[in-house]
């Protein structure tokens, strides 16, 4: 016997074709990820501490995002310590 051909189900996404394994991917604009990659960017980078004041995140959630952040957004993300020995992460292009 054949099996009857069934219909899609309801409220089923069409699907999408997933973006290059190059491509750098870009974090909406209001989004934490977004905070955080502008702090990276500023000239002097960003401390740990003025990271997480700024996304409310704990460290171990910023150095997670910050782990993943240089593969998926297509940069280099440098980590330094300062005099201070604070922890200071720069993105270099």
Known sequence: ????????????????KPAAKNEARKPRA???????????RRAKGAMLAQI?????????????FISTAAKKHNVTIESSK????????????
């Open 30 to 40: 209001e989004s934490k990820g977004a905070v955080i990659l502008d702090l990276l």
């Open 52 to 64: 997480m004041e700024a996304t409310g995140w704990q460290a171990h959630s910023v150095r997670g």
């Open 82 to 93: 300062n005099e201070a020995g604070d922890r200071v992460y720069t993105i270099k292009n």
């Open 1 to 16: 016997m054949a099996k009857p051909a069934t219909a899609p189900k309801k409220g089923a996404k069409a699907t999408t």
